[in-house]
């Protein structure tokens, strides 16, 4: 048998399970463990400079591609704690990610030694699994547990709290005969597909809406294939964004009651059945359930059992992974269609495609300050179909999902349920990192570009180049637009006159001297009418520098972007000018129809 530290077992395992890639901040606790990173090889290392930082990488990392999971590396204390948003985040989302601690050493770890803390206790509610493994022996058998939780089921993120002298001490472990434990993932059978099919045919209007259960499942092309064999129309999750092509004929639009769409919410109100794979009935997206339900038959189909029945209770369940389900739903609809089984859904298709010409929101202003809504459309012009999109909370993000265009699945990469501020720039990292061939860019308001934006400075060091669209007003914009039931504006403006800069003029900081202090690119637009410029002068930049490029676009001070007010999905209050001309929204899926 091969003798080594625990240490470097958990590194040897880590290679076994298919990581390449870890991000994180050293630190005496756990040096030990990176001393057997070093010695081993194998695995990338990216240094952060905030371990909140290293964790979003990892979520990045791991949302980018099947099959990643991102590791993420502290020291004790406060580097673990540091890493709870992460983990909420990421188990939140569903999103698998490994958090390694440092702990103190077994024999002082309850006498307050320095950086000692509980942290398993503190991360377990947000954790598939968070132990302090307190003998050297068990750290194989824990890993490799750990591997099989973040897979299994419902996946999600695991802490592994490592005291250094566990790392420190020597075991028996044979790296060439450890395999990975088998993966568990429910599975439908035919006659729940045959049932819930049966209910779909039943319906005159039926809808499929598509989340991230989907996508995290790797089942995209089976989504469409069952959409097209059906002819059933789909909704997209917010995290379910990208299953289905934008502009494909079955594509109905968001839903809900902020990154929806005009015509999906229509679209939605005139259903009678839904059909819900791998998704959640997030608040956000389903608003009042009473509205949200009236006169639909529901089938819901999940990973989790207990996700059956949380928030409503559907006509039917069915507990499985999407893409076992879709499997089994795909050769259903195949048979019933070759037997000329399946109802002509041509007509309801054609009249979702219909309300997507009509409903449209107006993205075309030439104002100076600019309006947000015209940001976006110089980003659809400019950034592709290959393009990954990456954003957390905000009215730019809510702005964001209304008027981008999303093609492929993992090409909207967001956090969906915690939504921390800071979360853009190191997910961004991460994505980059998983990613490098891919145009990467990134999207945030000012407030959450300043949150960790010293994270800038690991794309300058590591050359992880990807774009950054500021929109900058100021305000904490969407907080703001909620005060306004409370006919306040309280301690949300984030204004002054930099003595510094006193060319923003009321703008405060300046991003651009940030930005370039902290070794990237960053370049700042006042007129609309640059900003394709910018963005093209951006691509450039990244290629040949390979650093993170800020373009910062000075928006006016208050936009309200349009939402509902009364948590109803038949009530979204349109405040600005909708389109009423073709010019109107030029990178519309469809052209306005008049």
């Known amino acids: 048998m091969a003798r080594m530290t625990a240490a470097r077992a958990a590194v040897e395992i880590l290679k076994r399970e298919g990581v390449s890639d870890a991000f994180g901040v050293p630190g005496a606790a756990i040096n030990p463990f990176y001393a057997a990173l070093r010695a081993a090889g194998g695995i990338h290392h990216t240094l952060a400079r905030h371990v909140e930082g290293a964790s979003h990488m990892a979520e990045g990392y791991t949302r ?35 958090c390694i601690t440092g702990q103190a050493p077994t024999a002082v770890i309850h ?206 369940g069915i507990t499985s992974d999407a893409k076992a389900a879709l499997e089994l739903f795909v050769a259903a609809a195949r048979e019933l269609k070759a037997a000329g089984r399946l109802p002509d859904r041509s007509e309801w298709a054609a009249a979702a495609q ?54 492929k699945p993992r090409h909207w990469i967001n956090c969906g349920q915690a939504g921390p501020l800071g979360w853009t720039v190191p997910a961004a990292l991460g994505v980059a990192k998983a990613d490098p061939e891919a145009p990467v860019v990134a999207l945030s308001g000012d407030y959450d570009f300043q949150f960790l934006i010293e994270e800038l400075a690991v794309g300058a060091q590591h050359r992880i180049p990807y774009i950054h669209v500021l929109v900058n007003n100021a305000y904490l914009g969407l907080i703001r637009q909620a005060q306004r039931a409370f006919e306040i504006d309280f301690q949300v403006n984030l204004e002054f006159e930099n003595i510094n800069s006193p060319e923003l003029g009321v703008y405060g900081v300046d991003h651009v001297k940030v930005a370039e202090g902290l070794g990237c690119k960053a370049i700042r637009v006042t007129d609309p009418n640059e900003l394709g410029a910018a963005f093209e002068q951006a691509r450039k930049l990244a290629a040949e520098y390979r650093v993170p490029v800020v373009v910062e676009a000075i928006l006016e001070r208050v936009t309200n972007i349009s939402m509902s007010t009364t948590n109803d999905i038949s009530q979204v209050v349109e405040f600005e000018e909708i389109a009423t001309e073709p010019e109107h929204a030029p990178t519309s899926i469809r052209t306005l129809k008049v």
């Open 64 to 98: 980018t591609r099947p099959g990643n999971i991102g590791v993420c590396i502290g020291t004790s204390g406060p580097a673990g704690t540091d890493m709870i948003t992460g983990l909420y985040s990421a188990i939140g989302d569903s999103i698998p990610i490994l």
């Open 354 to 407: 219909e309300k997507r010409a009509r409903l449209q929101r107006r993205t075309h202003f030439d104002d100076i300050p600019i309006k947000p809504q015209r940001v976006y459309e110089e980003m659809n012009k400019v950034f592709g179909p290959e393009t990954r999109y990456v954003s957390t909370i905000g009215l730019s993000q809510i702005a964001g999902a209304q008027m981008l265009h999303v093609f």
């Open 111 to 316: 006498k307050e030694d320095f950086q000692a803390v509980d942290i398993a206790s503190i991360a377990r509610p947000v954790t598939k699994m968070a132990v302090t493994v307190l003998e050297a022996a068990q750290v194989p058998g824990v890993f490799q547990q750990a591997f099989h939780l973040m897979r299994s089921g419902r996946p999600g993120p695991v802490l592994v709290d490592l005291p250094v002298d566990v790392q420190l001490t020597e075991i028996e472990f044979d790296p060439e005969t450890y395999e990975p434990l088998p993966v568990y993932k429910p599975a439908a059978t035919r006659a729940q597909i045959d049932k819930a099919i049966g209910l779909l045919n039943s319906s005159e209007r039926p809808l499929i809406v598509a989340g991230g259960g989907v996508i995290n499942a790797d089942a995209a092309e089976l989504l469409v294939e069952f959409a097209e064999l059906t002819g059933t129309p789909v909704v997209p999750t917010l995290m379910g964004w990208g299953v289905l092509p934008d502009d494909h004929e079955l594509n109905a639009g968001m839903v809900g009651l902020q990154t929806s769409h005009r015509h999906g919410n229509a679209t939605f109100l005139e259903s009678d059945f839904v059909l819900g794979i791998g998704n959640r009935w997030a608040n956000r997206h389903t608003g009042r359930l009473d509205v949200y339900t009236a006169g639909r038959t529901f089938v819901h189909v999940d990973i989790e059992p207990t996700q059956i029945g949380k928030i409503f209770a559907p006509d039917y």
